[in-house]
């Protein structure tokens, strides 16, 4: 009898990652190519965070200790009890183990189209109902999703800031629609931009130390800490439910490294800083340069913009043309945004190499191709 996986298995749309540097340079011949693609941190990874990662590898014949290190330096950060907190593998690895905690086969979840791909992937491959609802100008619409829960629904997903579009939802707007959500389903909402928006945003707030009966708040050390290489984040939420995700979770994730790396990224405040410092002046660069070129773009709270382009083909056209002239760019079909592509903000050398390509790809380009730019 021939081995095979269930349905919801064979029909799974893998994550597809933003295209590696190495293979752009193999396909175009070139030497020299930057990466705005995957929202990385443009400085890379925190100086404190590599050294206590090398001060760690000497200890790798240990098993590591479960996260438990990192949970207490959280704890202490947020002032919040070591029970409330988990790590894992990422902010998706702690998605994944509150997923597998709570849901089975054939429960149903909830998001909006147009939000993290990981999310979807990870309802399907649970063989979960998953129901996205339409966008509101590129943002949620937290009105129609409270309107779609029933008695049937098991969790609502909400990152905030959202990837890729970079709209956030304010506490206004929140408390009004956790008011709608009932105390049975569990309100996952996703912060993994959050350094960003922090300053940046009137109303934007953090539900990451604010412990309510059905919230669970994910971070991640991958973007404004630079260590996206080594998988470390966490998540916060009522003991009750961190409590069951620890009995689900590996029992040696994370690594020694990894742990070590956030620990110490977290005492990393000049870096953050910096990222934060960094991130703002190239959003406004970036900003002014679109406004200048004609190109339509959304407003962020993230380290990325969404440009919109009047179809599918004229999007992925610019991708490939970014990529001819060294500039990684990411083509956003996983995210159901066809028409979009996103770009992240880079240093501001990477910013203004950028910026020259598409002038040159304007240029070059008849003026009707040149209204594929627009909405």
Known sequence: MKITPPAHIAALEPYKPGRPIADV????GLQDVIKLASNENPLG???KAIQAAVASLSDLHHYPNGGKSLREALASRYDIAVEEVIAGSGSEGVMNTLMRTYLVQGDEVITSDGTFTGFYVLSHAMGLRLITVPMKDYGYDLDAIATRITQETKLIYLANPNNPTGSVVGRKEFEAFYKRVPRSVILLVDEAYYD???D????????VDDTRPNVVTLRTFSKSHGLAGIRIGFGTGPKEIIGMMLKVKLPFEPSSPAQAAGIA???DEDFLARTIETNRIGKGYL??????????YRNTAGNFFLLPFRAREAAHEFVTEMERRGVIVRPLDGSGLPDCVRFSIG???????AIRAVK????KAPSNQQKNLAL
Do not use: H, Q
């Open 25 to 28: 340079m193999a396909e175009y």
């Open 45 to 47: 990874p925190s100086p």
């Open 196 to 198: 960003f928006a922090a």
């Open 200 to 207: 940046d945003v009137p109303d934007y707030f953090t539900t």
């Open 265 to 267: 990224a977290l005492d």
């Open 287 to 296: 900003k002014e340069a679109f406004r200048e070129l004609g190109i339509p």
């Open 347 to 353: 240093t501001m050398e990477e910013n203004e190499r």
């Open 360 to 363: 040159e790809i304007l240029g």
